[in-house]
């Protein structure tokens, strides 16, 4: 399976070599350009069937992600799983429900995202379903490029597990290399 998203991926031109500034904060020499496959409607479709059938079973009755790659994802895997698909949205240092959004105390909700690096949007929408009183029953993710250092405290399921080492700006040798830093998508 994993070598059928790397296709797609790869087909979208999504993968990208040089030196990138990442939305944590980080730097790598690769960059995945996930709207340039959440651009054609059957990538993504075929990308959040497989986010589906690992959770089928569940019992999901909301999926959550964040803005702006999460809300596609949430919106695909809530349509193929019959329910509600949300998103949260950034203020400041935080994640909020906002567009009279709201999780209700005991529903169980899934929360999507597109490339996981180090989490942090992600622990934000947790904290989002905890402090509702809401169950997070798991995390699905098209992309995850976290080497395995992340644990959420519940399943973690992935499309695709890539090796691609991200960097603190000032620990990162594409920069002591003197390569230019690309600040790619927002």
Not at 41 to 63: A, D, M, N, S, W
Request: hydrophobic residues 45%; contains cysteine.
């Amino acid at each position: 399976m994993s070598s059928e998203v790397m296709e797609i991926f790869k087909e979208a031109g999504a993968v990208m070599e040089g030196h990138f500034l990442l939305s944590s904060g980080l730097h790598s020499s690769i960059y995945w350009e996930k709207f340039k496959v959440l651009q054609h409607p059957h990538y993504t479709e075929k990308l959040c069937r497989i986010i589906v059938e690992h959770f089928k079973g569940k019992e999901i009755q909301v999926v959550v992600g964040p803005t702006t790659g999460g809300i596609i994802l949430a919106f695909e895997v809530a349509r193929q799983l019959g329910v509600r698909g949300i998103f949260a949205e950034k203020e400041d240092e935080r994640r909020v429900l906002r567009r009279g959004f709201a999780i209700t105390s005991n529903e169980r909700a899934l929360i999507v995202d597109d490339i996981l690096t180090t989490g942090d949007s992600i622990r934000r929408i947790i904290d989002i379903i905890n402090k509702m009183g809401a169950i997070a029953i798991g995390v699905g993710v098209l992309v995850d490029r976290s080497q395995g250092e992340i644990d959420f405290g519940i399943p973690l399921f992935s499309c695709v597990k890539v090796a691609a080492p991200a960097y603190l700006p000032k620990q990162c040798p594409l920069c002591a290399a003197g390569i230019p830093l690309v600040r790619p998508g927002g």
